[in-house]
């Protein structure tokens, strides 16, 4: 018996010292979500840890599904700078999910969809060559750009899914952006959702992202 307690205290003792490295081993094991987004992913105007990333994190906690999640999103961030920072994104995190949430901010500052639509397929292309799985998350913007304008837009993001074999919510901001219900929904400036909209907006994501995951 003493020798037994003896050889089980010398286990534990090993697996002490060896825990660190375990616990590092355990979390780089897990398969990572990296968000590649802007403000409407980067909590813009929320309290820290209210944003649908945040929520995001919880559900796969309470869905017992060992992932975690990085959100390496930028408010006013574009296209362009996200397709300069995912290759850095992608060697350090080795992601198997990456979910990329931009294309508003090109709209906004009135850039051409041709160069947005190619620098969404350059990162998509990027993230599946580095082994990853892709989910674009659409986006539609207002009304008043025109309806030939909202129709092309919408249009680039169903394009480029098709062309490069991603997974695509159409629309993020569904049931938040388009009901009458929005004004509730939406914060002082009317662009950024505020906090009663952030469990909509990963009710958007989470039934695409959940199969990615498999």
Avoid at 139 to 159: S, T
Avoid at 163 to 182: I, Q, R, W, Y
Wanted: glycine share 8%.
């Amino acid at each position: 018996m003493a020798s037994g307690r003896r050889h089980c205290i010398k286990r534990l003792a090993a697996l002490a010292l060896l825990g660190p490295a375990a616990i590092g081993r355990a979390q780089a094991s897990k398969p990572v979500v990296l968000v590649l987004g802007d403000s409407l992913s980067a909590e813009y105007g929320l309290q820290r840890g209210s944003g649908w990333v945040a929520l995001l994190e919880r559900k796969l906690a309470d869905e017992k599904i060992a992932a975690s999640v990085v959100n390496a999103s930028i408010s006013g961030d574009t296209t362009a700078g996200g397709r300069a920072r995912l290759a850095a994104l992608l060697a350090q995190h080795r992601p198997a999910v990456v979910v990329i949430e931009l294309g508003g901010n090109d709209a906004l500052r009135g850039l051409p969809l041709s160069g947005t639509a190619a620098n969404l397929a350059a990162m998509t292309r990027a993230a599946k060559a580095a082994g990853a799985k892709v989910l674009l998350l659409g986006m539609q913007v207002p009304p008043n750009y025109g309806r030939q304008y909202n129709e092309d837009f919408a249009a680039m993001y169903a394009k480029v899914a098709k062309d490069e074999n991603a997974s695509l919510l159409p629309f993020f901001l569904k049931d938040v952006g388009d009901t009458p219900k929005a004004p509730e929904l939406f914060q002082s400036d009317r662009i950024h959702p505020n906090e009663k909209a952030q469990p909509t907006m990963l009710a958007n994501v989470w039934p695409l992202l959940r199969p990615l995951l498999r």
